[in-house]
Each structure stands twice: as structure tokens, then as C-alpha cells.
């Protein structure tokens, strides 16, 4: 593995003049898989972790403090490697609070203080990544080879696929199935101060089995591409052996069928098949994790520990879950469901979201698609879930067909507060949505943007009197100011009269 080390070490980026900002521990010992650059603020769902990500840091350092912070704790959530932003012809050094939150998170942030193509440092790191990663690939190929063929010549027995394994990579290897009866074993016994990997074997839509790598190696990169890319053969080879129960293949067909948007007269059926009650509520939600274990079962036992009834299935790396509820009481029930999962969730590696409540079971796929738009919106980073009643307001911008249409009501709603910020490198307008997206709680929202109390009435007052003097919360336009606020803030600012686009 490449570390940050070598990387900060490397000719490119001393050319860079790199400074680390941050103080998380561990940081020269990170492992780098690649080197990206990129001025997008959403890029983190794009990035698969490990990656070293440089910016210009000009659009980041626009932004008011909490969402510079929200940020960094979406790279964090995607375990990046580290944060690299270009200083050089700033007007000022990375701000305090940005460094802040990137030691809360875990995030190393490393300053570039002089001009130095990011195309040179990518291409001269990039190639040594490729260089390393290349001999793992051989091996993990060679070895995937090896089981195909056992596989094909003598059938899957797994003694010989996990001593092929165990050879092949000089690790130990253990198979585990989710009740915790150990179904193999092959290689010596490895303490825990070496390399571990893991992996969750999926057959039918169901966990099957957790497979464990260890080796005396302190580099994880080969045991983590062999669980990543053997995961998926080992199931071919349990296939035969796993036999799902009639009620795990009923939960799955049911799921699958909601997961893919089936017809209500299917989804009824297999509501039935299921054993759930017909004319149910249902809400759906999605959890993901950044381990290649894919557990969730302390997420899954909160809650059916709410007397409802929980069916879950394992869909491309995601765990679906469906959660029929009483149509008495529908809305309260699902306010507990998710204050379970959230308490289930934190200090995990686990996010999720709830998409909203179905009055009928046949919609459960409406609900499931909210519940994904919330992930993508919301990005919860890991220990988080998110709701989708949350982000409504959001959703129904991100479905305006033509983003022009909110530009005159943006400008004609908040164009004076847009100008002052403009003005004056304010941050009026995150100001104000913090207040709008806080039940106008002054003192929350004075809280979430780190600033006294009485710094949040003086911006305030100040919204006021641009926006014409009246009280906001009494003035009738609440509603219209909120969504022009959010409006702003998840688009391009409004184009100026007189200027061509």
C-alpha cells in the first residue's frame, strides 16, 4: 500500500509545498488507493474510500461553517484517505473552524500552499498505486481461477476451496455462518495484530455466511481485494449447500417484487405469502455500511424489538427493510422505528434512511424510492439515519424539471439578503435557512452554526430589516421564504440583471 507518507514525500506534492492542518491520529500510516481531484461539493457519494482528494478549495471555502463541516463528514463518511486544498493565491489561510471539523471527523486536511498541477501529483501517485495494486491483482486472480476450477471439476467442497484460499493468500481463513456455527477453517492461526478482512456471503438475498481473512502482513490491501472479489465465488460454492427457509424465500420474493417496483396485484399476493395482514401501512428504509460484512443485525433487532413486523433482505450491497405497520397510529409508530435505528446506529459504521409512510401495502416501492432519494440527499454519514419528511422540501426541488424556474422567485423573495452577502462575504443566507430548517429556534440554530446567541438576533435583525422589516414568522411568507432559501442554497445563486447567462 501507498501510504499519505510516501505521497506527501513524493516530488509533485513538495513542489506543492504541503503543510497537514489536521491533528487525527494515524494520519502518515493511511493507505492511499488513488488520487482524485475535484472542485464538486457532492462528490463524496462517488468516492469509494481511500482516496486522497485535491481541491482548489475556492467554491469550499465560500461556504458558511456548517457546510463546510457537513463537507468533511461526508469524505469521512467515505473514508478518504485525506483532504488536500490549494491556499496558494488565497486571500487568507484555511480557516480555524474548517480544521476543526476535520479533527472531529477523522478527516486529515493537508494545505497546499504554492500553485502545483494537480494533474502531476495524480499521475505520479496514481502510478504507484497501480504498480502495487498489480501483484495483489495477479494473485487474487490466479487464486479465483483455482476455486473455478475445483468448483467445476470436483464440486464445491469447501475444505479444498478454504486451503486454496489459505495457501494462496498465507492467511487464515474462516467461514463462519450468521448464527455463529463455524462451517470451515484453513491456514495457521493469526493473532489480531496483523491484516484482517471480511466479507458477508450473500445467497438468495440473504446473508449465508462471513467470510474472515487474517495475515501476519500489516498491509491489508491484497486480503481486502481477495474478500471483495471472492466473496461473490464462495457464494456459488454455498448455493448448493444454503437451503433458505419457505419464510426467508417468501420475505425475499416480497422485497424483491417491492425493491423493483412489482404490480399491486403481485405485491398483494406476496404480502400474503409473507404472512402479513392485508390493508397494512408499511414504510420502507435502507441501510448501508462501509464493511464488507454487511451486518446490520443490531440495526435489524432494534427494531423488531418495536412489535412490528420487521422483513428485510440484502439488495446490491444494501439491506431493504420493510416494516408493516397499524394503520391506527401509523405516523407515532414509525417516529419510534426510527429513533430505534438511530440509537441502533450510533457509533457504528451503519447509515440508513426511512423514506415515508404507505397507507397501502401495494405502494411499499414508493416508499422504498423516497427512502434512497433521502440518501442521496441527506448523505448521512455513518452512525446516521435519515428521514425523509426531513428533506421534503429538498425533494421537491431536486424534482423541478427546469432549475431556472425558482431564479425569479429566489430573487424576487430573498434578492436583497443574496446582494448584501455578495456584498459583503456574509453568510446571511445560510443563516437564515439554519433558522427556517430549525422551527425558527434561535437558540438551536445559534447552536448548529457554532455562534453566540446574540450574533444569531443581530443577523436576524438584519434579515429583517432587508427583507422589509416584518416579523418572518408572522408575516404570512414563511412558507415562501423557506423554500426560496433552500432553493439558494442547493443551486447557483440567481443571474444578475443585465448579465447573459
Given amino acids: 500500500m501507498i501510504t499519505l507518507a510516501e505521497v506527501l514525500a513524493s516530488a509533485p506534492m513538495l513542489a506543492a509545498d504541503p503543510l497537514l492542518r489536521s491533528n487525527v491520529p494515524g494520519t502518515l500510516e493511511r493507505a492511499v488507493r488513488w488520487v482524485h481531484s475535484s472542485e464538486v461539493l457532492e462528490i ?11 481541491s482548489g478549495g475556492e467554491t469550499l471555502l465560500a461556504l458558511g461553517p456548517k457546510e463546510q463541516e457537513d463537507y468533511i463528514r461526508s469524505l469521512s463518511a467515505r473514508h478518504v484517505a485525506a483532504l488536500a486544498l490549494q491556499t496558494a493565491g488565497q486571500p487568507a489561510a484555511l480557516p480555524e473552524q474548517l480544521i476543526s471539523a476535520a479533527d472531529r ?19 505520479a501517485v496514481n502510478r504507484l498505486v497501480v504498480n502495487e495494486q498489480a501483484a ?68 438468495g438475498g440473504q446473508l449465508a455466511a462471513q467470510l474472515t481473512l487474517r495475515s501476519r502482513s500489516d498491509d491489508p490491501l ?33 422485497l424483491e417484487s417491492v425493491i423493483e417496483g412489482g404490480d399491486a396485484a403481485t405485491i398483494r399476493h406476496l404480502w400474503l405469502q409473507a404472512g402479513l395482514q392485508p390493508g397494512q401501512a408499511a414504510v420502507m428504509a435502507v441501510f448501508r455500511t462501509e464493511s464488507r460484512d454487511a451486518n446490520f443485525s443490531a440495526v435489524e433487532r432494534a427494531l423488531h424489538m418495536r412489535g412490528v413486523h420487521v422483513k428485510s433482505h440484502l439488495w446490491d450491497g444494501e439491506r431493504a ?18 429513533r430505534a435505528a438511530r440509537d441502533a446506529a450510533a457509533g457504528s459504521d451503519t447509515c440508513g434512511a426511512f423514506g415515508p409512510n404507505v397507507s397501502e401495502d401495494f405502494r411499499a416501492h414508493d416508499s422504498y424510492v423516497e427512502a434512497q432519494e433521502a440518501m442521496r440527499l441527506g448523505m448521512p454519514a455513518a452512525g446516521e439515519v435519515a428521514d425523509a419528511m426531513d428533506l421534503l422540501g429538498r425533494r421537491i426541488l431536486a424534482a423541478v424539471p427546469d432549475p431556472a424556474f425558482m431564479d425569479s422567485y429566489v430573487e424576487s423573495a430573498l434578492g436583497e439578503v443574496l446582494e448584501w452577502d455578495r456584498k459583503h462575504g456574509t453568510a446571511l443566507m445560510a443563516t437564515l435557512l439554519c433558522w427556517l430548517d430549525s422551527g ?45 432559501a433552500a432553493a439558494a442554497a442547493a443551486g447557483p445563486a440567481p443571474r444578475q440583471p443585465g448579465r447573459t447567462p
Fill in 105 to 123: 471527523s477523522g478527516l486529515p486536511l493537508i494545505e497546499l500552499r504554492s500553485v502545483a498541477p494537480f494533474v502531476d501529483i495524480a499521475e
Fill in 440 to 484: 425558527c429556534n434561535t437558540t438551536a440554530s445559534a447552536a448548529s452554526l457554532n455562534i453566540e446567541r446574540q450574533t444569531m438576533h443581530k443577523r436576524l435583525s438584519k434579515i429583517q430589516a432587508l427583507l422589509g422589516g416584518d416579523d418572518l414568522r408572522t408575516s404570512g411568507r414563511l412558507l415562501g421564504i423557506h423554500i426560496a
Fill in 222 to 254: 491484497l486480503l481486502e481485494l481477495a474478500a471483495d472479489r471472492l466473496s461473490g465465488i464462495l457464494a456459488l460454492a454455498l448455493a448448493q449447500a444454503f437451503r433458505p427457509t419457505p419464510a426467508q424465500v417468501a420475505d425475499a420474493r416480497l
Fill in 136 to 203: 495483489a491483482h495477479l494473485v487474487v486472480d490466479d487464486v479465483s481461477r483455482q476455486i473455478a476450477r475445483q468448483i467445476t471439476d470436483r464440486g464445491p467442497h469447501l475444505p479444498t476451496i478454504l486451503e486454496l484460499l489459505a495457501t494462496a493468500l498465507e492467511a487464515e481463513v474462516s467461514l463462519v455462518a450468521p448464527d455463529g456455527v463455524l462451517l470451515g477453517h484453513a491456514g495457521n492461526a493469526v493473532d489480531d495484530a496483523g491484516s484482517r478482512a471480511m466479507a458477508g456471503i450473500v445467497v
Fill in 44 to 54: 463524496a457519494p462517488l468516492l469509494r474510500g481511500g482516496e486522497l482528494l485535491l
Fill in 321 to 338: 427493510v420493510l416494516l408493516a405497520l397499524p394503520r391506527t397510529g401509523a405516523r407515532a409508530a414509525r417516529e419510534a422505528l426510527i
